[in-house]
């Protein structure tokens, strides 16, 4: 990392070259510990982008830490509210 303020010193990332989608990703601390792994699985084409539908996240610090994301619809370039952006939006 060129920041101290970046939340992982590391990442390292493998990307899926047919469809050119990440597919793993690790998050490493300064001292070098993995501190957490991404899988991303079940690519599909939305609108002629591919997307992992399938993304698990494991918390290396804790046993039996997982939370999985499942996809079942994307939308991209959806037109939001500038008040969307906003501290007091944002706060509730």
Known sequence: ???????????ISCIDTEHLVPVK?????TS???????TMTDVKDFDGRNFPTTLVV????????VTT???????FAVALE?????NRWLER
Not at 1 to 11: D, L, M, V
Not at 25 to 29: D, F, G, Q, S, V
């Open 25 to 29: 990703e690790e998050l490493y601390a």
């Open 32 to 38: 070098g510990m993995l501190l957490k792994e991404w």
């Open 1 to 11: 990392a060129k920041s101290a303020e970046t939340a992982y010193a590391k990442r």
């Open 82 to 86: 500038d008040e969307v952006f906003n």
């Open 69 to 75: 994301i499942k996809f079942v619809s994307l939308q």
């Open 58 to 65: 494991q918390d290396k610090l804790q046993d039996n830490s």
